[in-house]
């Protein structure tokens, strides 16, 4: 009698022990997940016009498409294309030559293209398409340097560099400007999709995804087997079964 009663107790006490570690473990893992919304709310809050976007600098390049709404059979010159901007700030286009784009915005630029081939075209359309240089560094396929619109999307950009490695920490990238981090988390902009220009992404920023740790994998799976255990005992403890 006496040692079913100490049993009982023995039970009662590691039910409680068992209560207090689950509760524990439950409040680590809240706090931690608040931790991470904040730093993914306050990393999402850094934002930047576009403005900048829209000048013309060197190293970067110019996407140009051009029509001819015009009556008869006279067929377009083949115009389009992308063109690289040259050091001096410049690049060469059929028929007109060299054009100075640095500074210029892309309605500037456009106007200037249009009024410069009236000289060859009846009625010249031309459609410009900044392309920024972007380098991606890290677990990605391909890693390297990238001339993208800045309208496309940061899944575009990941695409562009062969995808994701299968030890990317996709969680954990970062953006890089002149050596300092501008953006240190950019999983939310990616689960929303916003465009580069959209999320604050310049020309010549830096997109770095880290390797996942094998420690953190190895963390993760002693969580999960310590609740695992617990759980068990818990139950166990419960049915009397122990």
Partial sequence: MNSQKGLNVRRKRCLFQVKQLVALILLILCGT?????????????????????????????????????????????NLSGDYPIQQDGSIIVPLIGQ?????????ELQQLLEEKLKAYLRTPYVMIHPLIR???????????????????????????????????????MWVERGGKVVIDDLLRSFERGYSLEEVGIETGDQIIAPQRSRLEIGVIIGIVNLVASVVLLYLRLRTGSW
């Fill in 33 to 77: 997940l608040a931790a991470q919304k904040k730093n993914s709310f306050d990393s999402y809050q850094w934002t930047k016009t576009a403005g900048s976007l829209t000048l013309f600098q060197p190293g970067d390049a110019v996407r140009i498409r051009v029509w001819e709404l015009y009556e008869g059979d006279r067929r377009n010159p």
């Fill in 99 to 107: 054009i100075i784009v640095k500074g210029l915005t892309v309605h």
């Fill in 134 to 172: 972007i380098t991606m560094q890290g677990a990605f396929n391909r890693p390297g340097s990238y001339r993208v619109d800045p309208s496309q999307s940061l899944w575009d950009l990941v695409a562009a560099a062969g995808g994701p490695r299968a030890d990317c920490d996709l969680r954990k």
